[in-house]
């Protein structure tokens, strides 16, 4: 069983920056891989980034990278989401997700079996 908090997202100008966290309980922690998650009102919660547990290999949505940063710190049980560059259509609730995921489904909701509350990133144009 793993429980996930997040942090309080926040209000970011356009062009800003901001970092959410999300801190795990369990002592499994290390073996899942963890991804940060968005939905935005109407819209389908999508992928942002994932982490899969082995060999620290971080996958992205097309619309973040190069802007967006997961990473994970096992020692602390926490995984991190910096985000630059932000954008007006970046602003949706953000939730970070644990599940046993590989390269062919680190994408796919369904996949993760734990859920954090979600926090609100809203970006002021």
């Known amino acids: 069983q793993v429980q996930l908090i997040e942090t309080v997202g926040g209000l970011v100008q356009a062009g800003g920056s901001l970092r959410l966290s999300c801190a795990a309980s369990?002592?499994?922690?290390?073996?899942?891989?963890m991804a940060w998650f968005r939905q935005a009102p109407g819209k389908e919660r999508e992928v942002v980034a994932a982490?899969?547990?082995?060999?620290?290999?971080?996958r992205y949505a097309d619309s973040v990278k190069g802007r967006f940063t997961i990473s994970r710190d096992n020692a602390k049980n926490t995984v991190y989401l910096q985000m630059n560059s932000l954008k007006p259509e970046d602003m949706a609730v953000y939730y970070c997700?644990?599940?046993?995921?590989?390269?062919?489904?680190?994408?796919?909701?369904?996949?993760?079996?734990?859920w954090g509350q979600g926090t609100q990133v809203t970006v002021s144009s």
């Open positions: 997700a644990a599940g046993s995921v590989d390269y062919s489904n680190w994408y796919k909701v369904e996949k993760y079996d734990y």
């Open positions: 982490q899969l547990w082995f060999g620290g290999t971080s």
């Open positions: 369990g002592r499994t922690f290390s073996r899942y891989g």
